[in-house]
């Protein structure tokens, strides 16, 4: 029979009715998250740490420790999204939220019940985490940018001394500006990986924010500059990160896009993980 005939005698074809249920359960999965009463708070936070320590770090920074004002090479875009360090720490927490909290309260047997494809379950909680992070940090960016705007002119970072004023329009800093909204939707992804994989919230939570951060801690402390090049090279915030860089790039252990896709490459890591471990072991 074909598929017209099949549609014809209400039979829905197996492609449209996967399609279906994926559609079903990204609605039911968006639907849970923003029930969720931290999940407006972590976006806010997400977004409001991102301006305010961006703000706070390139309001503290002007020419006069300078020879001139067109000798300080301070990457201004950089700067104005340098609030983004702390900002990911929100989208760390709701990544592990996203399934964590079915886990702690002991909902995920419905959630299973309601789709029973675990792969469609996890690939919904993803792409609503992701649309999520992906708004909230978009604003975040966007404000930082306008804050730093405003802030670098009065600092003597301005036009005359070789630091045109900070826009979303600009080659390079669109391109520090999108690459950090996808930089932070990458550490929620890996983070919602760790928490599926780890099902404990509190102790996902920790091991992300141990992976991110630990080796620009450990960098501090180690004497060979290749080796310090190495961990920033291959560690994940370091390399995400760096694609925010606007000046210098040259310099740097690694450029702006592969920096971005090492990071996207720990989040993809930890996403498998976590489907097979889903898909693998009982609810």
Known sequence: MSVANRGALGVVPPRAGRMIEAARAVRAEWTKLRTVPSTGWLL????????????????????????????????????????????????????????GSEYAAGTIGATLAAVPRRGTVLAAKAAVVAGA?????TAGVLASLAAGRGLLAGNGF?????????????????????????????????????GTAVREQATAITAVLALLWIVPIVVRFVGDETWRDRLEKYAPMPAGLAVQATRG???????????????????????????????????
């Not at 740097?252 to 489907?275: E, F, N, R, S």
């Open 158 to 194: 301005t036009a005359a001394n070789g630091y045109p004023p900070l826009s979303p329009l600009d080659g390079a800093t669109a391109r520090a500006a999108f690459g950090t909204v996808l930089y932070l939707v990458l550490v929620a992804l890996l983070a919602l990986g760790v």
């Open 249 to 283: 790039l040259e310099r740097l252990p690694i450029g702006p896009w592969p920096g971005l896709a090492v990071m996207a490459g720990y989040a993809a890591a930890a996403m498998l993980a976590g489907a097979v471990l889903f898909t693998a072991r009982d609810a």
């Open 44 to 99: 806010l936070a997400l977004a409001g740490l991102t301006v305010a320590v961006g703000a706070a770090v390139t309001g503290a920074v002007d020419t006069s420790h300078c020879t001139s004002p067109a000798g300080c090479r301070e990457d201004t875009p950089k700067l104005a999204l340098s609030g983004v360090q702390l900002g990911q720490v929100a989208a760390v927490v709701l990544g592990v939220l996203a399934v």
């Open 133 to 137: 992070v992906a708004a909230a940090g």
